[in-house]
């Protein structure tokens, strides 16, 4: 699924149900949430089941989605779904840090693979110039960097569903709040995100240019090269 189709099935369609949707379907508050919430649930059991895979933010985001859908149920206040929207960036940064001490951190999942950087060539240049400490040391500091990008993410999940949500559950006044939470996520909350980590991304290159003597253009992938 393209990142823009993404965009439109789990923000965009949601966002406009719960705010918009109240007004021309004659449904219960609760059952219109549901309606906005089966749209990105049902996305996400398709690609699982088309390609066979799936990765762990789809699994947050889908397990995120069924939280919501059963703190409706329990009829919460605000703050529980605040609690959630944290939790959800948190616990994958929590990961994330668990991960550095092992052979391989997510960062070669995230940043370090293929499709990033031309591989056997970085790796090369490392045997060569005998980098392995200085290289799992710059890849742990790398993860923890990521790690950080998500607990900013928790932190600022936090604050704006604090923010917005302030209706009792249930109610189309909540609905609109919800989805106006959903919209607001996405610049609010994820483009700080992103900018963390493409300082990662950044500062990974720049140390790997001091490692290798490679330059920019040999560390990267890229189709020119053969």
Do not use: C
Request: aromatic residues 8%; hydrophobic residues 50%.
């Amino acid at each position: 699924m393209s990142p823009l189709l993404s965009m439109i099935i789990n923000v965009l369609i949601p966002s406009l149900i719960l705010a918009k949707g109240g007004k021309y379907v004659s449904l219960e508050p609760r059952n219109l949430l549901f309606l906005a919430l089966a749209l990105p649930l049902v996305a996400g059991i398709y690609e699982f089941i088309r390609f066979k895979k799936t990765d762990l933010i789809s699994i947050f985001g889908f397990v995120s989605i069924l939280l919501t859908g059963g703190l409706s149920l329990m009829q919460l206040t605000g703050f529980w779904f605040a609690v959630k929207e944290a939790a959800i960036p948190g616990v994958i940064g929590v990961f994330v840090i668990a991960t550095a001490g092992g052979a391989k951190p997510i960062v070669h999942k995230l940043i370090y693979n293929e499709k990033i950087i031309d591989l056997p060539r970085v790796e090369e240049a490392l045997s060569k110039g005998n980098n392995a400490v200085e290289f799992t040391r710059l890849l742990k500091t790398t993860t923890m960097i990521l790690a950080g990008s998500f607990f900013l993410s928790a932190a600022l999940n936090f604050v704006l569903a604090s923010i917005v949500l302030k209706s009792p559950t249930g109610t189309p006044e909540f609905n609109e709040e919800l989805g106006r939470l959903t919209a607001l996520s996405y610049p609010v909350i994820a483009l700080p995100s992103m900018a963390v980590m493409i300082f990662a991304v950044l500062r990974l290159v720049r140390e790997l240019r001091k490692l290798t003597g490679l330059s920019i253009e040999e560390i990267l992938k890229t189709d020119q090269k053969k």
